[in-house]
């Protein structure tokens, strides 16, 4: 007697050679699903709830609005009024896309528009706020971008609505944009306004 072993049928070893393809294109499709379902400016943030970080931040040298300076930061400022605090910079291209909005919304006295100045300098954040129009009441300048960190920044263009206790209540990853501002940036201030008034 001969113990052969039966040869695996062709269509066994077929199925074991497309096996690897079959879950590539499985875990693929996962991906794809996943990452195509989020919002990338909706990224959750671990300072909603927190205090707005006490970091004081020097004011944009030489920026002056009605023939006075324009102060820094002070998270002083942020205690009995509704705050949108952006962080920009020149050489940010979304930061040219959104400036005239936030001119814009710098026309709604309801609340007030800080400034956060990422790693720029100082003449080129000047001349960005002379072409657009400076619509905030403070510039605070983040020249190392330890600030930034502190606030939770991925990258600029980066906006938060702080309620008037100095706490954190939205964040906005990327620019500020028509559909965004009306559809969420808004909604979220004025949820901001309403509470604690």
């Not at 400076?134 to 939770?152: C, K, L, M, Q, Y």
């Not at 100095?166 to 940036?185: A, E």
């Amino acid at each position: 007697m001969s113990n052969q072993s039966s040869p695996a049928t062709p269509q066994r070893r077929t199925f074991l050679m497309a096996l690897p393809l079959i879950a590539f294109l499985g875990l693929a499709l996962l991906f794809w699903f996943r990452l195509g379902s989020g919002d990338p400016s909706r990224i959750p943030s671990a300072l909603i709830g927190r205090p707005a970080p006490q970091t004081l931040l020097p004011p944009l040298e030489g920026l002056q609005a009605d023939n006075a300076p324009v102060p820094g930061l002070d998270p002083a400022a942020f205690k009995g009024k509704v705050s949108l605090v952006n962080v920009w910079a020149s050489w940010c291209v979304p930061c040219h896309d959104e400036a005239p909005l936030l001119t814009e919304l710098a026309k709604d006295k309801r609340f007030q528009l800080v400034g956060i100045n990422y790693k720029d300098a100082a003449d080129n954040a000047r001349r960005f706020l002379g072409r657009y129009g400076n619509p905030f009441g403070r510039v605070g300048v983040d020249a190392n971008g330890r600030a930034s960190i502190e606030w939770g920044v991925y990258g600029v263009p980066e906006t938060f609505v702080v309620g008037r206790e100095g706490t954190i209540v939205y964040k906005l990853v990327g620019p500020v944009t028509p559909q965004n501002l009306t559809t969420v940036l808004m909604p979220e201030l004025e949820k901001a306004l309403k509470a604690g008034s």
